[in-house]
């Protein structure tokens, strides 16, 4: 089956300094692609989506990267504040599935001070 | 808007008992919505997809007689842990897909489940 995999577990940053998050994907029938932030003992929040037959989407102080050739995701955060602080999940959907998510193993963010 | 909230928010039970939790879509109608479970420091994994007026879903590897999923209506969905065990302690999180087809989930704030 589809999976979605994260190539770190764990990212630190300096407040101000900008975060990248990557998440590799290998079902190349995916066709929309979500980031998702998950505070301690909360749900998931929507952050930004892409479709396949995109490339970038920029959102407010995010970027959504998407390299379908190499099947690679990434999420930018401009800026990273404290409240940047959570786990950040990819997710994927398959194209003509039952639209199901299928979520990544999840990045963890720490902000320095 | 689409806001989902979930009953309780956490929970603790004694083995051998049955849980209730509910998931609600606030402020729109929703013809799916699924249900999913995540242990600590993993990830969520999706147990059963529920459509309102049908039977749910389940993946595989989840029992579908442990894990009673009922969608009676456009708006609430509700999963039922049976005779609970101390490794069905867990994070269930729902979430609702809004009725027309379009892909967004959205998600509930979770129930933390406890057996004890």
């Known amino acids: 089956g589809e999976s979605v995999g994260l190539h770190l577990p764990t990212l630190s940053v300096q407040e101000g300094d900008n975060s990248i998050i990557n998440c590799a994907y290998s079902n190349s029938a995916s066709d929309y692609f979500i980031w998702y932030k998950q505070e301690s003992g909360k749900g998931p929040q929507f952050i930004i989506d892409i479709r396949s037959n995109m490339d970038k989407r920029q959102g407010q102080r995010v970027t959504v990267l998407l390299n379908k050739t190499v099947k690679h995701l990434s999420l930018q955060i401009a800026a990273t504040q404290p409240g940047d602080s959570a786990v950040y999940f990819c997710a994927e959907i398959l194209s003509g599935s039952a639209r199901q998510l299928t979520f990544g193993s999840g990045t963890q963010l720490t902000v320095l001070p | ?116």
């Open chain 2, 1 to 116: 808007g689409a806001v989902v909230s979930q009953h309780p928010s956490w929970v603790i039970c004694k083995s051998g008992t049955s849980v209730k939790i509910e998931c609600r879509s606030l402020d729109f109608q929703a013809t799916t919505m699924f249900w999913y479970r995540q242990f600590p420091k993993q990830s969520l994994m999706l147990m059963a997809t529920s459509n309102e007026g049908s039977k749910a879903t389940y993946e595989q590897g989840v029992e579908k007689d442990k894990f009673l999923i009922n969608h009676a209506s456009l708006t609430l969905s509700t999963l039922t842990v049976t005779s609970a065990h101390p490794e069905d302690s867990s994070f269930y999180i729902c979430s609702a897909r809004k009725s027309g087809g379009a892909d967004e989930q959205y998600f509930g704030p979770g129930t933390r489940l406890t057996v004890t």
